[in-house]
């Protein structure tokens, strides 16, 4: 039945024109509705809203225990082709970088890197397993030998890989803290270091997993490791849970060429070891960006840190040093640093002084707590060693925006007098011993040795360094 008003005002073609307008307004405003209300009515969008609940859940409680193994697989982004993931190529450090399934089954050292590509495939890379040890002294065969060894393997499901037993909702960082840690140089330039340029981005939502665990070492760095992730330290070697992320970083990059330094070009963000000094004030909230500015007849004394040893490398005549150095105008300040030293402290100590003062040793990296513009004198011991010395701080002091001197002790500053006759080739001819390698090295010119500085020769080195604190 037509309306008959309808039928008297419009021809019939109008009101067929009429009805298929009106049927493909139905068809739309249908379409549309189920635009809208698709989350609410498909069954799989049914399991994304389950699943955003249980993301908001781990938001608030930082891991979720699985059941459904599945959840992983949703999570994980895979890249449109597999490529190789791990870098075992460079001169110091190997490392493993990787998105997607992530699965880390600690107590066998060993993260798998779930694909659901064909790994028979011509265009994926025929490599799928690459050991490495995660600390970046690869060319060092002491510090590795106290590396545990990890295997990284890319593979397709099937029932013979773990399953996950938790999931994080965050990147994960794993790392060695074996090698040469508890030397405080090196748990600067191959730990502190690597660890913040590789995790500062994350701003906190960051897991760190170390292997070869060491409590004390955690804890002494506790303040610095806490900036860095808001969540525990996990051991992962003695964990029998399999851990799952959705991204991961094994092992550290570490600058090639250069000592406490960052090579920005590895990373994305351009991180330098400016950002590194940055973070490391607002850290231990050091109060000094900049050292004491000395003007013609300024009554200020600069401060100088004069860092002691008392087992290798020892200035015999120390309360001559301190003594003479207060006469040229400096406030001396003399401090030892040890394993068990309290760290913010001892960081405090240093960025209150202008000069930091020692012989060529691991106590020479306290310069990072400088403020800008501070000065570092190092004093080289005999045995022709400076490029140590200025590898290890001469050139790291640059980029710390932190001016540096040396001063180099001659023959007869040196206690090895008291030990070799002087026509010995510990004095003659130091080549021939660095030829019988580093233990040799090691053994005469930095175990053996202790100094005797000659107070009025190192007096204008000290005077050098109050014309710098004027520029």
């Not at 609410?40 to 809203?49: C, R, Y």
């Not at 993931?85 to 779930?114: H, P, Q, W």
């Not at 990890?150 to 965050?170: M, N, R």
Request: aromatic share 8%; charged share 20%.
């Amino acid at each position: 039945m037509q309306d008959p008003v309808l039928a008297k005002s419009f021809s019939r073609n109008e009101r067929k024109r009429f009805g298929y307008g009106g049927l493909v307004l139905i068809v739309i405003i249908i379409l549309s509705s189920c635009m809208v209300f698709k989350p609410h009515l498909h069954p799989l969008f049914m399991i994304g809203e389950v699943m955003n609940l249980q993301l908001s859940i781990t938001a608030t409680q930082d891991l979720l225990v699985l059941n459904d193994t599945t959840f992983p697989r949703a999570m994980a982004k895979e890249e449109k082709e597999v490529k190789p993931i791990c870098n075992v190529l460079e001169a110091r450090s190997d490392y493993c970088e990787m998105k997607g399934d992530i699965r880390v089954v600690g107590n066998s050292s060993t993260i798998f890197l779930v694909t659901h590509h064909d790994l028979n495939n011509n265009n994926i890379s025929r490599r799928n397993s690459w050991s490495l040890k995660p600390y970046p002294r690869k060319d060092s065969a002491a510090a590795m030998a106290q590396v545990k060894n990890w295997t990284v393997k890319l593979v397709q499901e099937t029932s013979e890989i773990p399953k996950c037993g938790v999931f994080h909702g965050y990147p994960a960082v794993l790392f060695s803290q074996g090698g040469f840690s508890g030397n405080h140089f090196h748990d600067f330039t191959d730990l502190l270091i690597p660890i913040f340029a590789a995790s500062q981005h994350f701003n906190g939502e960051v897991h760190f997993l170390a292997t070869d665990f060491r409590k004390w070492w955690t804890g002494k760095y506790r303040m610095v490791l806490g900036r860095l992730s808001k969540h525990q330290v996990t051991d992962i070697d003695k964990d029998h849970v399999v851990h799952c992320f959705p991204s991961m970083t094994v092992g550290l990059k570490s600058h090639t060429n250069k000592e406490l330094g960052i090579d920005s070009s590895k990373f994305p963000n351009k991180v330098s070891m400016k950002h590194f000094k940055h973070f490391l004030r607002a850290t231990f909230s050091l109060p000094r960006t900049q050292a004491i500015r000395l003007g013609a007849g300024s009554p200020k004394r600069p401060r100088l840190m004069i860092i002691s040893r008392n087992k290798t490398r020892v200035v015999m005549n120390e309360a001559e040093v301190i003594e003479m150095a207060e006469k040229v105008g400096y406030k001396v300040v003399k401090a030892e640093a040890s394993i068990s030293t309290n760290l913010s402290r001892f960081a405090g100590v240093v960025n209150s002084c202008d000069v930091l003062m020692g012989v060529h040793g691991a106590g020479l990296t306290n310069m990072v707590f400088l403020p800008d513009n501070g000065v570092v004198i190092q004093v080289i011991p005999l045995g022709e060693i400076d490029g140590f010395g200025r590898r290890d701080f001469g050139y790291p002091s640059r980029d710390l925006n932190v001016k540096y001197l040396e001063y180099k002790i001659g023959v007869n500053e040196s206690s090895l007098v008291d030990s070799y006759p002087l026509d010995h080739a510990v004095f003659k001819d130091p080549k021939s011993i660095h030829r019988k390698g580093w233990m040799a090295l090691r053994s005469i010119y930095l175990d053996q040795q202790n100094v005797r500085i000659d107070v009025n020769r190192f007096r204008d080195t000290l005077i050098q360094a109050l014309t710098l604190l004027q520029h």
